[in-house]
Nanobody
Framework: QVQLVESGGGLVQAGGSLRLSCAASGLTFSRYAMGWFRQAPGKERELVLAISMSGRTTYYAESVKGRFTISRDNAKNTVYLQMNSLKPEDTAVYYC???????????????WGQGTQVTVSS
């Protein structure tokens, strides 16, 4: 049974930082591309960042360029999302996802976490 469990969300002031983690189990982690998605109230889910099996960033949304980074530790079966210079518009539920192929804006990963809330106050 595949499980993706996000952690690290919370409330932060604008300009602050958070690091989200996603621990994976039940799959061969190093064989999956990983991505972080987010969904704000009333908006569609969007892909924020994606990383290849080998650790190369393969996608980032323009809105997070220079502020967010994605990384992975295949030994720990964990993917991270480092979020700096947070803005109120970054407020959303953040989901990690795993896919056997490269994650793009047009693909739907096979596995999803339950999400973690990130709230940025102004």
């Amino acid at each position: 049974q595949v499980q993706l469990v996000e952690s690290g969300g919370g409330l932060v002031q604008a300009g602050g930082s958070l690091r989200l983690s996603c621990a994976a189990s039940g799959l061969t982690f190093s064989r999956y591309a990983m991505g972080w998605f987010r969904q704000a109230p009333g908006k569609e889910r969007e892909l924020v960042l994606a990383i290849s099996m080998s650790g190369r960033t393969t996608y980032y949304a323009e809105s997070v360029k220079g502020r967010f980074t994605i990384s992975r530790d295949n030994a720990k079966n964990t993917v991270y999302l480092q979020m700096n210079s947070l803005k109120p518009e970054d407020t959303a539920v953040y989901y990690c996802a795993a896919s056997g192929t490269t994650i793009t804006k047009w693909t739907t990963p096979e596995y999803w976490g339950q999400g973690t809330q990130v709230t940025v106050s102004s």
